[in-house]
């Protein structure tokens, strides 16, 4: 049958190739087409998604509860988990922005560290919030463009030189804490980000805004997707994924609106501020020209130049945006302890932010990642580091000293790691 027996408008010719060079179906996936889909990615794309950490989660939380049930499973251990993995959070995010170009950021950790000294320091000196605050982020704009430059214009590996700046930037904090000093911070806005909590109505509104805010996108998505011709989600599927959220978060939400511990009750304030910053930073990703440069240049750098892309520029702007997220992450980890000192952002901070990115399902090869899945692998890396002090002696290892939780985390990132690095070998094999 012809257009002009169906009454429709002739398709033009470029349409018609556009549809069949990238396979663009009109009508709605089914539910089933779309699990398909997945498991058919999951299996030969290398697309693990979120399926790593979410099982991660799962299996600590059973092995954790299973054998400290009176001090892991209690209200007061909840609420605390969700604070202790603000920082990693933020800073995963932060780590995921050069790990997309296929990059890495080993100082990420102690910028994290030097920018809260300079927040405390400030502070300490009589400068008011929005002083240190701006002074804070001045310092991780130059030291992101420092290492930007470095490995973009002048093309030392990242490797090299954030390894090199690991150790620089150590030395900085040092000399802002005057080699081993603690700098109090004792600013009320400061504080609140890990110590206080919202208010019991304001954590359900913040459920609500969940909720629905993610129904609305999806379906947003799916009318624009619809008016272009694409193939659309199945609303079935939204409907589940709704549901699914709702209930999961609401139940959060009940449980951390419940007193515990001196009555202390409410979402912790470190909630939204993460929430809010995958929103945002999500936005920018996958709705922005720049968000879709990075992930351009992370999947083949040579192909990004050649369509126009100023790949150097990009690599730049990537450090620059992990170097502002990790002072943030410096913000939350001087809210902690309500102190800075010279192991802000030491030890172990950096590589549980780039296992957590990993975990998550951001490739350490570049071009594939989200910032939602670093949260997850975050929340893995938090959830070990706060269940493992609960385990006591076990036999004749002591799980709360600093070694086990060394082996086990580094045992966590290398299985992930390698991973990664199968399902891109079967994806490329495929």
Known sequence: MTSAETGTAPESAA??????????????????????????????????????????????????GALRPESFLTRFNFGNFFTQAAPICVLAMGVTFVLLLGEIDLSAGYTAGVCAAVLASRLDAGDSLVVAVALSFLAAVVMGLGIGWLVAKVGIPSFVVTLSTFLSFQGVLLLITKEGGTIGVDNEVIVALANKNLAVPLGWTLWALVTFGFAGQALNKVRARAAQGLTTEPVAAIAAKTVAIGVVWGAMTWLLNEPRGNNIRGVPIAVPVVLALVVVLTFILNRTRWGRHLYAAGGNPEAARRAGINVTRLRISAFVTTAALACIAGFILASRLNSVDPQTGGNDTLLIAVGAAVIGGTSLFGGRGRVINAVFGGMVFALINNGLPLLGELGSIDFSAAGPKFIVNGGVLLLFASIDALSRKRSAAA
């Not at 556009?18 to 498991?39: G, H």
């Not at 697309?47 to 299996?59: E, T, Y």
């Open 15 to 64: 349409v018609s190739t556009a549809k069949s060079d990238f396979a663009i179906d009109t009508e709605q996936q089914s539910l089933r087409e779309l699990v398909r889909a997945y498991l058919g990615r999951f299996r030969t794309g290398g697309d693990l998604g979120l399926a790593p950490a979410i099982a991660a989660l799962l299996i600590l939380t059973v092995v954790f």
